[in-house]
């Protein structure tokens, strides 16, 4: 894992996975942090982009935001980016804010690797 303030990150084959350090994604300076860590990985890595959700317990409406600017990021920057391993709650929040119509959200990492090997 390559670490920074607010993310750490791997290669796993042409995949960058992604997850955040902190287990609740709620605090306006961490987020402002982790949004521009990922912008600026986004952007430097470019292609595959996997962010676990292994380890968030909540996420508030701020980290939420983070995740649907990511995804507008990747409408400019020609990456491709998916959303995994969401803890209940946060996987319902998900569903509830109908966030599953615009982010690729997967259950399990090994299913967001399958969809983008075949292209999805």
């Avoid at 890595?45 to 600017?69: Q, R």
């Avoid at 980016?81 to 803890?87: D, G």
């Amino acid at each position: 894992m390559q670490p920074t303030e607010a993310i750490c990150w791997e290669k796993e084959g042409d995949v960058t996975v992604v997850r955040f350090t902190e287990n609740h994604i709620a605090d306006e300076a961490y987020t402002a942090r982790a949004r521009k860590e990922l912008r600026d990985l986004a952007k430097s890595v470019g292609g595959k982009v996997l962010v676990s959700l292994a380890n968030v317990e909540f996420m508030a409406s701020i980290g939420i935001t983070l995740l649907v600017e990511l995804d507008r990021l990747r409408r400019t920057s020609h990456i491709q980016l998916k959303v995994c391993e969401a803890q209940p709650l946060v996987r319902q929040v998900f569903l509830s804010a109908h966030l599953n119509r615009i982010l690729g959200i997967y259950a399990t990492r090994a299913d967001a690797l399958a969809a983008f090997a075949a292209g999805q």
